[in-house]
């Protein structure tokens, strides 16, 4: 049973605009949901997180947007660059314990010039 | 954040051999430590997760006596691939995290092949 869906599985970009990746949860335990970023060949690399109690969260380019009651999340890349051409994994975890992270199957962002 | 470290980065070897990974918490201290298996084009796929001095907690479908866990202390895990074989070749990640807090920090990665 998948508990975190993503989407899309691959998304085009032009150079200059904005990458968006939606992912969904079923679990209301989740309180813990950050985005990685995988470079062919790499460990992923944590990008961005964000808890429920806030609707958004922003770190330069990144952006997390939240939503509760739709038990859905989403990560906008503003001004995409070539360089962020990467897969993107969003994932979900309790924060009690050693809950490890459930991840979504992941998106192949391509950033053409 | 904190720095992960894998050896080796690659490695080939026979079918039947066992294979030692080694994970490394390099400045931070790793109460809890996660193994994942990634095939090509998928998602982590979560195989295990230790806790400093205690046994490891394997997933369904994950065979403990083929992939040995030792986390022998805060700052290195090890994950030996008994016997391995062809389906075992992967790219294997280790993860770490402290107590307390939620965020996992990755290692780098070790592409195994089985030939």
Redesign the interface.
């Known amino acids: 049973q998948q508990q975190v869906k993503q989407s899309p599985q691959s998304l085009i970009v032009q150079k200059g605009g904005i990458s968006i990746i939606n992912c969904a949860y079923e679990n209301t335990a989740f309180d813990?949901f950050?985005w990685?970023q995988q470079f062919p060949?790499?460990?992923?690399?944590?990008l961005i997180?964000i808890r429920p109690d806030v609707s958004e969260k922003k770190e330069g380019r990144f952006t997390i947007s939240f939503n509760k009651s739709a038990k859905q999340f989403s990560l906008h890349i503003m001004d995409s660059q070539p360089g962020d051409s990467a897969t993107y994994?969003c994932a979900a975890?309790g924060?009690t314990g050693?809950t490890?992270?459930v991840?979504?199957?992941?998106t192949?962002l391509s950033v053409i010039a | 954040?904190a720095v992960?470290s894998?050896h080796p980065s690659w490695v080939i070897c026979k079918s039947g051999t066992s294979v030692k990974i080694e994970c490394r918490s390099l400045d931070f201290q790793a109460t809890?430590m996660?193994w994942y298996r990634q095939f090509p084009?998928?998602?982590?796929m979560?195989m295990a997760?230790s806790?400093e001095g205690s046994k490891a907690t394997y997933e369904q479908g994950v065979e403990k006596d083929k992939f040995l866990i030792n986390h022998a202390s805060l700052t290195l895990s090890t994950l030996t691939v008994t016997s391995a074989h062809p389906e075992d070749s992967s790219?294997y990640?280790c993860?770490v995290?402290s107590a307390g807090t939620?965020?996992?920090?990755?290692?780098?990665?070790t592409?195994l092949l089985v030939l």
């Open positions: 813990y950050p990685y060949g790499k460990g992923p690399a944590l997180a994994f975890s924060l050693n490890p992270l991840f979504g199957k992941g192949r | 954040g992960v894998q809890t996660f084009k998928q998602s982590l979560l997760t806790n790219f990640i993860s995290k939620e965020t996992q920090y990755f290692g780098p990665g592409r």
